[in-house]
């Protein structure tokens, strides 16, 4: 019998300064465990991050995530099982601030079924992610999560088609693995490269009890930065919501700087569609730059900060983050 620990109480307790070295202890084990076993089906990863995070319209707060992923393969099949727990409590947010008697949180957020096949076809069926691949950012949040089925098509090496159905009731975590209540949730998508420098995304979603529609392209040359441009559409309404984005890296005292850089623009009135993904901005204008670097000389070890100004609100973000794999 495994017997489990309630971190939200102890850290609830004011026991945060006794559980980051629990924590820090047990990856570092479960890290050398699984390499002396050498468990070839096995899968896992663990991102942790401590960050300073500034708005003009809050206190400052310095606060941390934890995200831990774990793959067991089953052997001679197609199919692994997999898992995914993360701090925070909230759909869009994975962050527990230090110090905090009410946003101190751990949760299983994801347990699924995979299949992958030839071509790109790939099935997930449980409490699956949000994203088939590389995460959009007019995309859900990239650590939430929808109760269904996932099925993607390899119509060609170039193109997808892509089908969810399932739930999503609210963006509470602790509720991430509570039973099936209802059918709410329906998107179809087809995504493709248009040719070696570009590509396209269109889906059309039922969710919060609205249709949207929504398109993407992007341009990739070569020895260039990348652009991209995404609108959604509220189809009862016609609100939308539209990112412009470029991003690149940049050579700095022998360090590459990874950036991106992206003005944002939200109907009034959108809906609850903005608040499930991970923009400062809820509705009006917007401007955001991303950043990160190695350092320490390791690929492990990374440096990020970020920058976003809406209206009459700025935010500053600087952390760290470690990753076990």
């Known amino acids: ?48 991050q401590v960050r300073f995070d500034d708005r003009s319209n809050r206190d400052s707060r310095i606060q941390y995530r934890v995200r ?4 067991y393969h089953f052997l001679d099949t197609n199919w692994s099982l997999n898992a995914f727990a993360v701090t925070g409590d909230e759909f869009s947010s994975s962050y527990n601030t230090l110090d905090s008697d009410v946003a101190d ?3 299983l957020r994801r347990l699924y079924g995979r299949y992958t096949g030839e071509d790109g076809t790939k099935t997930e069926i449980g409490v699956i992610p949000t994203y088939k691949g590389r995460v959009s950012s007019s995309g859900l949040a990239k650590d939430g999560w929808i109760k269904g089925v996932r099925q993607v098509y390899g119509y060609s090496a170039d193109t997808k088609f892509e089908v969810v159905v399932g739930e999503l009731e609210d963006d509470e975590a602790k509720t991430s693995l509570d039973k099936f209540k ?29 249709n949207f529609a929504r398109g993407e392209y992007r341009i990739f040359l070569k020895d260039a930065p990348i652009f991209s441009f995404e609108v959604i559409n509220r189809l009862s309404t016609s609100k939308t919501k539209v990112v412009v984005g470029v991003e690149d890296s940049i050579d700095v005292f022998n360090n ?30 917007g401007l955001s730059i991303e950043a990160d670097t190695r350092i320490f000389d390791s690929k492990k070890w990374k ?4 920058f976003d100004l809406f209206d009459q609100n700025s935010r500053f973000i600087l952390g760290i983050g470690y990753t076990i794999e």
């Not at 179809?188 to 979603?205: A, T």
């Open 182 to 210: 209802k059918l709410n949730y329906v998107e179809l998508e087809i995504s493709s490269n248009i040719d070696q420098s570009s590509s396209y995304e269109f889906s059309v979603e039922r969710m919060t009890g609205e």
């Open 303 to 306: 440096a990020f900060a970020r």
């Open 105 to 107: 949180h751990f949760h």
């Open 1 to 48: 019998m495994i017997k489990t620990v309630n971190i939200s109480h102890l850290i609830n307790k004011g026991h945060m300064s006794k559980l980051l070295p629990i924590i820090s202890a047990s990856l570092v084990a479960f890290s050398v465990y699984a390499n002396a076993q050498s468990i070839d089906n096995v899968e896992y990863k663990v991102q942790t």
């Open 256 to 285: 590459t700087i990874d950036y991106y850089a992206y003005y944002s623009f939200v109907s009034d009135n959108f809906g609850s569609r903005a608040e499930l993904t991970e923009d400062f901005i809820t509705t009006g204008h």
């Open 68 to 71: 831990a992923y774990a793959s």
